[in-house]
Each structure stands twice: as C-alpha cells, then as structure tokens.
C-alpha cells in the first residue's frame, strides 16, 4: 500500500492519494500530539479512482496531528498541520 498526502496542511478537509485500488479498505486516523486518537474513518478504494477525500474536519482544533493509514498490518504514519 502506498499513500500520500496531496499536502501536509490541512483546513477542514485531507484529499490522500492511493498507488492502486484494492478490495479491502484503507482505515485512517488522525492522532494529536498527545497520540490521542481525533478522528477514524474507513474508506473503501473504487477501481478507477485514485483520491480518497476525508471531509468534516474543521470541528478539530488548531495544531500538528499524525494521520495514519492502515490495511492489514501494514501502516502509514505522515505528520499533518491543520492550520488556519
């Protein structure tokens, strides 16, 4: 699995970009700096689409997170700045 952010800042939404479409969903959580756990969500990948865009995070405060993405047990850790 390979995932990246199209940027490492972020307002109220985070677009990531999948390598490939696979049949079971990638999870993805925000984490703060304490390693608290913000946000989940699980997306499922639809053949033909690379993007995967994570709306409704503007009720989250202001700092640096860590957004991970998972799928199986493989996972990817990308340090994120929700700024204004």
Known sequence: MFVKS????FIDNVILEVEEALSTPIKVALRNEDGKIC??????II????????????????????LECSQGEEVIAVRMIKRV
């Open 6 to 9: 199209r940027t490492a800042t």
């Open 39 to 44: 946000c989940v969500t699980e997306k499922k």
């Open 47 to 66: 053949t033909g689409n690379k993007y995967i865009h994570w709306d409704g995070l503007n009720d989250l405060p202001y700092g640096v997170y860590t």
